[in-house]
């Protein structure tokens, strides 16, 4: 499960907007992002691999984000 509240503060963080964030991971819209954001569908290994890279993610974080036992 995605932590949702630690993904949308790096992502604030970033600056950058949802839809180019999308466009680098292969999704066609910021839509198809807020979905795997809440949860609705799952973030695929490359994608994530990417995500750490444009948005600064940790080890650490990473897991806490990617891998919660809990959905915030």
């Known amino acids: 499960m995605t932590n949702t509240i630690l993904l949308e503060r790096y992502i604030e963080k970033s600056g950058y907007k949802k839809s180019f964030i999308a466009k680098q991971i292969g999704l066609k819209s910021a839509y198809g992002l807020a979905r795997k954001i809440n949860n609705k569908s799952e973030f695929k290994a490359t994608e994530i691999g990417i995500l750490c890279s444009l ?4 080890a650490k974080d990473k897991d806490a984000i990617f891998f919660s036992l809990k959905v915030d």
């Not at 948005?55 to 940790?58: A, C, D, E, T, V």
């Open 55 to 58: 948005l600064k993610i940790g």
